[in-house]
Every structure is written in structure tokens, then in C-alpha cells.
């Protein structure tokens, strides 16, 4: 069966979706509650028009988390209140906990929608390869997926064909803030492909922690291994800086960007990634790591210089060239006129098409739980769309 939403399918359904993107809006703005399970009641469901939007029936797993937190408040803003709440021991259905079983979650999503004319939609907002394994029985259900877990959007190619070929519409399945959190990137590309724009190009600073340490050494203001210290002490890395600095969270958006942009046959363990940590300090501790940096210092600088006297600056960055069928990431010269230039601590994408030469520009925080949440709500709210 041909899947009508693989991803060059939901290019048609964001594309068409633009437009009643805003009515969206405006209608939770004016109707609130209207898309909330628990305040449609079967009175509402008889006096429904056909043009009037489906209630959502939400169940969001992962509320306890940073952006799940986030994700919760949001929805509340706007009155869509959850059908059902799931962290990793127990899950909460019209106010009863019982332990987690996705299966039964599942079953009482459809008995809610069937009965009150709704779209089952399940917002997966944890990092959890276990809950991602169950999207195919979901989706092959006729159950929406919005998700900031990008684990199986960047694995193996056909792993994720396989997920693609397991939706049956009407669901969706829909990943914004897998790229750039809440900013519009994926659905942007989504949206050019749909509307006959050939995708060329797509660059992204997509690490607000390694943009924060290439600006630093931008002009010789500091060390490498200062500005790895200075970004670990205000918080802006993981615990081992080493897993923001060997590019991989970039690599793994790069894949996604990839596979949107319309490129196939992209692995992550086949891509060319410029790992910041040097090989020797790879398998140290965090420790050694820390005080080791220094000996490369004077390397970084001078590569740094180099670029610098050619008027370029270096940002580490990902690049999807499509008709190179070449994904690159790694530290990258841009001359004084890229975009990039500007992005400052936001992430940046700028994407090239046939039509937009001078590429169109999508900038903003990359990251943070409101952000992120906010990009799966607007997926949420896509999902209602038909
Ligand atoms: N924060 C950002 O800026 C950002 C940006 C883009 C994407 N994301 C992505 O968003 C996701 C959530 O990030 P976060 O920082 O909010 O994570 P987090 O704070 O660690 O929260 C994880 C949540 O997932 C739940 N969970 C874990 N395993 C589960 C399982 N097997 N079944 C059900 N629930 C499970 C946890 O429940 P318990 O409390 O019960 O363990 C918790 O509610 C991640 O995939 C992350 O990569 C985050």
C-alpha cells in the first residue's frame, strides 16, 4: 500500500496546511476548550458542522520532563486539555492510573476519538527508543505522532522507511522540533518541496553550545579549551562537553535535514563529521578531558587566524548539498556575507532553492522547553488537519 504520509506526502498536507495553519489558531484562540476531550461532550459532538475542527484527543508521554512540563502549559494556554499523561511507570486516562501499557493506551485513544468524533494524536516528548518502537502499531492504527524524540528520524535508513510505511491516514506523523526545537525549519522545507521549489541547499548552525564556543575564539578572544571551560561552567554543555563537541547531536539533525531535503541512501555512521574532541583525549575522563584541551590550543588558533585573514569566520555547522548528494559537519569558513555571520547564539538555517538563490533564513533559539514545546503543539494542532 502506497503510504500517504511518508514525508514527501506530509509536504502536501503542511503545504495545504499553511493556510488553515492560522485558522487553527484562531479558532482555539476563540473557541477555548473546543478541542479539549474532556469538554466535548456528545451534546457538542451532535451539533457539530462539518467544517467544524475534530477535537484532538492528546495523550502526551513524557509530561513530567523538561519540555513535557512545557508542553502541558502550552496546552493549557490555548484550552486543550490531555486525554491521557504517561512517564516511564505509570499512565494517567480520564483521571485513573494504571501502569504503562501502550497498547491499552492506544485502545482508549481510538474508544475516545470514535466516541466523541475526534483525532487521536499521541505527543511522544521523551528521549526513549521503547516508546518509539511503538509508533509503527500507533500509526498503523490511524493514531497522529508529534514527537521531539529525534532517535529514529536519524537511525538507520530503513528502519525509518519502515516507520514511514507504516502510517495510515488519515494520521500524521510529524517531528518539528527534532531540528531546531520550535523554529518552523522542517515544515518550511516541507513546504518549499511541495510548492515545486527544488531544494539545492540546506546549511545549519544547529548547536547553540559549539556556536557559543566558535564565537568566543572568533578573533582570538579566547582559548579552545577556555571557551569549552567557560561554556561547561555556565551550563551551556552536557556534563561531558565531549558529547557536544564531537558534533554528533548535529550530525543527527544534518540526517534528518537530509532525508527531508529528499536525499536517500543517508547513515549517520557514513557521514563526513569533524569531531571538535581531539582522539586522544576521546576515552579520558571528563577531568582529563578538561585540563588535556589546552595542548590543542594553539592549533585551534592558528586555524582560527587563518580563516580570519581570508575575512571568512568559522562556524560548526551542517550542510546538505542535494545535488552533491553530500552530507557535511564540522567548523566551516563563511565568508563575511553568510548568514551565519548573524546567528549569534540562535541556531540558523538558511536553505537554497532554485527559486530562493539568496537562501531563505529561518533563526531563533535552538533550544529550551518552551521552545521545543511549542513546536510540538503547533504539530498537535497539524494533526487535526485533513
Ligand atoms: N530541551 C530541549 O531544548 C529539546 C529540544 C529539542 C528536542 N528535545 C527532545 O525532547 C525530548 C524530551 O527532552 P527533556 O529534556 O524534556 O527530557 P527529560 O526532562 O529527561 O524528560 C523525559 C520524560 O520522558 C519520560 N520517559 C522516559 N522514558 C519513558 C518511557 N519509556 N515511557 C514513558 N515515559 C518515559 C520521563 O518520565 P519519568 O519522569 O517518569 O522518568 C520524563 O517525563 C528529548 O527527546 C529531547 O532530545 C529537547
Redesign the pocket.
Known amino acids: 500500500m502506497a503510504p500517504i504520509l511518508s514525508f514527501s506526502n506530509p509536504a502536501v498536507s503542511l503545504s495545504n496546511g499553511i493556510s488553515r495553519r492560522i485558522f487553527s489558531f484562531s479558532t482555539v484562540a476563540t473557541t477555548s476548550g473546543i478541542m479539549s476531550a474532556s469538554s466535548t461532550s456528545p451534546t457538542s459532538k451532535k451539533a457539530k458542522t462539518s467544517s467544524e475542527p475534530k477535537p484532538l484527543i492528546v495523550a502526551v508521554?513524557?509530561?513530567?520532563?523538561?519540555?513535557?512540563?512545557?508542553l502541558l502549559s502550552a496546552m493549557d494556554k490555548i484550552g486543550l486539555k490531555p486525554h491521557a499523561l504517561?512517564?516511564?511507570?505509570?499512565?494517567t486516562i480520564d483521571g485513573v492510573e494504571v501502569p504503562?501499557n501502550?497498547a491499552e493506551l492506544g485502545n482508549r485513544l481510538l474508544e475516545a476519538a470514535e466516541s466523541q468524533g475526534g483525532t487521536p494524536v499521541i505527543a511522544?516528548?521523551?528521549?526513549?527508543?521503547?516508546?518509539q518502537n511503538e509508533y509503527k502499531n500507533w500509526l498503523s492504527r490511524g493514531i497522529s505522532v508529534a514527537?521531539?524524540?529525534?532517535?529514529i528520524f536519524a537511525g538507520e535508513e530503513a528502519k525509518y522507511q519502515e516507520l514511514l510505511d507504516s502510517v495510515v491516514p488519515p494520521a500524521k506523523l510529524l517531528h518539528e522540533?527534532?531540528?531546531?526545537?520550535g523554529l518552523p525549519i522542517l515544515g518550511s522545507i516541507l513546504a518549499l518541496k511541495a510548492s515545486s521549489h527544488t531544494i539545492v541547499k540546506v546549511e545549519g548552525v544547529l548547536s547553540g553550545t559549539l556556536a557559543y564556543v566558535l564565537g568566543a575564539v572568533a578573533g582570538g578572544k579566547m582559548t579552545l579549551s577556555e571557551a569549552v571551560t567557560n561554556a561547561k561552567d555556565l551550563g551551556y554543555t552536557e556534563p561531558d562537553p565531549r558529547m557536544d563537541l564531537n558534533g554528533m547531536d548535529v550530525a543527527r539533525k544534518a540526517v534528518i535535514l537530509a532525508r527531508l531535503s529528499g536525499l536517500t541512501g543517508i547513515e549517520l555512521d557514513k557521514l563526513d563529521i569533524e569531531s571538535l574532541v581531539p582522539k586522544a583525549l576521546e576515552e579520558c575522563s571528563v577531568d582529563d578531558f578538561m585540563s588535556g584541551l589546552s595542548a590543542y590550543d594553539k592549533d585551534f588558533a592558528a586555524r582560527v587566524a587563518t580563516v580570519e585573514e581570508s575575512g571568512s569566520r568559522l562556524h560548526y555547522a551542517a550542510k546538505v548539498d542535494v545535488d552533491k548528494k553530500l552530507v557535511s559537519v564540522g567548523p566551516m569558513a563563511c565568508e563575511a556575507s553568510h548568514p551565519f555571520n548573524s546567528a549569534g547564539p540562535d541556531n540558523l538555517i538558511a536553505i537554497t532553492t532554485n527559486f530562493y538563490t539568496r537562501p531563505l533564513v529561518v533563526q531563533g533559539a535552538?533550544?529550551?522547553?518552551d521552545?521545543?514545546a511549542t513546536?510540538?503543539l503547533v504539530d498537535i494542532l497539524l494533526c487535526r488537519e485533513r
Open positions: 508521554i513524557g509530561y513530567t520532563g523538561g519540555v513535557g512540563t512545557c504517561v512517564r516511564s511507570s505509570t499512565m504503562v501502550f511522544d516528548v521523551t528521549a526513549s527508543a521503547d516508546v514527537t521531539a524524540n529525534k532517535g522540533a527534532t531540528v531546531g526545537a535552538g533550544a529550551g522547553g521552545v521545543t513546536g510540538v
